[in-house]
Antibody, heavy 121, light 108 residues
């Protein structure tokens, strides 16, 4: 059974870099069948796609965050990571990692439970 | 960027009611639109993909329709567990993948 598990510090100071990791079990992030990515949700608000990667090395970012975001991959650990630089209070959110299939159903069909990241001094 | 606008923001209904939620795209997304359900403290769950296809394990009371810029999610008879927030999402033109702002279904 596929599982995605986010991990991170919980609290980051303004202007610092946020780092989160998604550990995937029950499936391989090197699969040709999926994109893997990050989505966030500020408290009480809607969903925002941050970015995704494909096993070939292609990465795709939300233009609104692209200057501050890097998604990297560690296939040996079956993990992928998110770095978001120069954070502000507006980056406080629950961060989800999720899988999106290349074929049907084409959308985010497996999600992690999410991890709350708070930006505060 | 394709903007998705959901309406209404909140609906107050009773179990057994039939409900239709709306999602309008700022430009055509063909049928490349999905619906998700999110309950408090949980990740979103995929309900409908490509406008009208139910995802694995989704009950038949959920149905989707539409194409181009106008889409609907219908729940034929609300069950108590259906009271949640519903989001639409497009994959037609990305990046970025975009979501609607959500419609909250609450119990009257």
């Amino acid at each position: 059974q596929l599982q995605l598990q986010e991990s991170g510090p919980g609290l980051v100071k303004p202007s610092e870099t946020l780092s989160l990791t998604c550990t995937v079990s029950g499936g391989s992030i090197s699969s040709t069948s999926y994109y893997w990515g990050w989505i966030r949700q500020p408290p009480g608000k809607g969903l925002q796609w941050i970015g995704s990667f494909y096993y070939s090395g292609s990465t795709y970012y939300n233009p609104s965050l692209k200057s501050r975001v890097t998604i990297s991959v560690d296939t040996s650990k079956n993990q992928f990571s998110l770095k978001l630089r120069s954070v502000t209070a507006a980056d406080t959110a629950v961060y989800y990692c999720a899988r999106r299939k290349i074929g049907p159903p084409y959308y985010f069909d497996f999600w992690g439970q999410g991890t709350l990241l708070t930006v505060s001094s | 960027e394709i903007v998705l606008t959901q309406s209404p923001a909140t609906l107050s209904l009773s179990p057994g009611d039939r409900v239709t939620l709306s999602c309008r795209a700022s430009q055509s997304v063909s049928t490349y639109l999905a619906w998700y359900q999110q309950k408090p403290g949980q990740a979103p769950r995929l309900l409908i993909y490509d406008a009208s296809n139910r995802a694995t394990g989704i009950p038949a009371r959920f149905s989707g329709s539409g194409s181009g810029t106008d889409f609907t999610l219908t729940i034929s008879s609300l069950e108590p567990e259906d009271f949640a927030v519903y989001y639409c999402q497009q994959r037609s033109d990305w990046p970025p993948i975009t979501f609607g702002q959500g419609t909250r279904l609450e119990i009257k």
